[in-house]
C-alpha cells in the first residue's frame, strides 16, 4: 500500500488503540502486536498492554514477504504470550489479522503450515484481509478459512475495516471476561465495503 492508503492503515492503528483505551474489558484482556512485511519482515511493536502499546510508524515498500512474516508470528507468539502458571493466568489465545493487498515473495506455505499446526499456544483464529485488485485470495484461502474481500483501498473503506476490527476485538475481550464460548468475530456485522470469501471446510 502506498500514499493514502497506507496512511489510512496508520490512523486506523490509532483509531484502535484509541477506543480499546476507553474499554475496561479491553484493558483487562487485550494486549496488540504489530508485524509488518515488504521486502522483509519485522515485529515493529512488541506484544504488549492496551496501555503500554505505541502506535508504529508504518512505511510503504515493495515486495510481500509473507513467509518471513508468518515465521515471525510464530517465534513472537512463542516467546511473548504468557502461558498458565501457577499463581499467573496465561493471555488468552491469540487473534491474527493479516492485511496485504499482493502476493506473496517468498516461500510462505512451510511456515504457514507451520503456526496452524503450532503445538503449546494454538492460534484462536486468524483473519485474513485481501485488499484491492492485486491480492491473491486463493493463497489467503490456503492459509485460513476466515478470508476478507475489501474490493477497493479507499481511506474510507480502510476506516470501516478497522471499525470493524475494533468492534470485534471489544466483543471479543467481553465473552472472554464472561467466559462465553461465542467468540466468533463474524458475530459482528461486516461493512458494505467487504465481503466474507470463507472457504467451505467440508470441501
Known amino acids: 500500500m502506498f500514499g493514502s492508503a497506507i496512511q489510512a492503515v496508520q490512523q486506523g492503528v490509532h483509531m484502535i488503540h ?5 474499554n475496561p474489558h479491553a484493558i483487562e484482556t487485550v ?21 503500554d502499546f505505541k502506535p508504529p ?8 514477504a509473507l513467509g518471513a512474516a508468518l515465521t515471525l508470528l510464530d517465534q ?8 498458565n502458571a501457577e499463581g499467573r493466568k496465561g493471555d488468552y489465545r491469540p487473534i491474527v489479522f493479516l492485511l496485504t493487498d499482493g502476493a506473496p515473495t517468498d516461500e510462505w506455505k512451510t511456515p504457514a503450515a507451520k503456526l496452524k499446526s503450532r503445538a503449546g499456544i494454538k492460534v484462536n483464529s486468524i483473519v485474513a484481509i485481501g485488499c484491492g485488485p492485486s491480492v491473491n485470495m486463493a493463497t489467503l484461502k490456503e492459509i485460513t ?3 476478507i474481500r475489501m474490493t477497493e483501498t479507499s481511506p474510507d473503506s480502510i476506516k470501516q475495516f478497522f471499525k470493524w476490527v475494533s468492534a470485534s476485538i471489544q466483543r471479543t475481550s467481553q465473552k472472554m471476561v ?17 465481503k466474507w470469501d470463507k472457504t467451505d471446510s467440508g470441501s
Open 18 to 22: 484509541n477506543e480499546l483505551l476507553n
Open 145 to 147: 478459512n476466515d478470508v
Open 178 to 194: 464472561a467466559k462465553a464460548d461465542d467468540t466468533n468475530l463474524d458475530a459482528v456485522p461486516l461493512p458494505s465495503v467487504l
Open 76 to 83: 513472537a507468539i512463542e516467546r511473548e504470550v504468557k502461558r
Open 57 to 64: 510508524t508504518l512505511k510503504a515498500e515493495g515486495n510481500t
Open 31 to 51: 494486549v496488540l502486536s504489530v508485524i509488518t512485511f515488504a521486502s522483509s519482515a519485522q515485529q515493529i511493536s512488541l506484544l504488549s498492554t492496551v496501555e
